[in-house]
């Protein structure tokens, strides 16, 4: 049974960071994608950041990039996202899902999920 299982979310102020961890079992990690998601309150969940298997390659949304750092460690079976200057508008649940499709950045091409992390930004 796969499991995807976040941790690191909090409440930061504005301008600080926050690192997300994801730990995988149950899967072959290093034979999957991995990417980051977020929903906020109201709004449909989006894509934030993907690092493929070897974690030689990432992509992030233009809302993130520069701000957050992608990576993983497939000996520890574990993704992590670092988050810099956080603003207001990052507040979200944020997710972890694997995905088999290399390159993907679609929320349908990722089979597996994790339950979320709550991020909240105060200003």
């Known amino acids: 049974q796969v499991q995807l299982v976040e941790s690191g979310g909090g409440l930061v102020q504005a301008g600080d960071s926050l690192r997300l961890s994801c730990a995988a079992s149950g899967l072959p990690f290093s034979d999957y994608d991995m990417g980051w998601f977020r929903q906020a309150p109201g709004k449909e969940r989006e894509f934030v950041a993907t690092?493929?298997?070897?974690?030689?390659?990432?992509f992030y949304a233009d809302s993130v990039r520069g701000r957050f750092t992608v990576s993983r460690d497939n000996a520890k079976n574990t993704v992590y996202l670092q988050m810099n200057s956080l603003k207001p508008e990052d507040t979200a649940v944020y997710y972890c899902?694997?995905?088999?499709?290399?390159?993907?950045?679609?929320?349908?091409?990722?089979?597996?999920w994790g339950q979320g992390t709550q991020v909240t930004v105060s200003s």
């Open positions: 690092i493929s298997r070897g974690g030689g390659s990432t």
């Open positions: 899902a694997a995905t088999f499709y290399s390159g993907s950045v679609k929320s349908a091409d990722f089979g597996s």
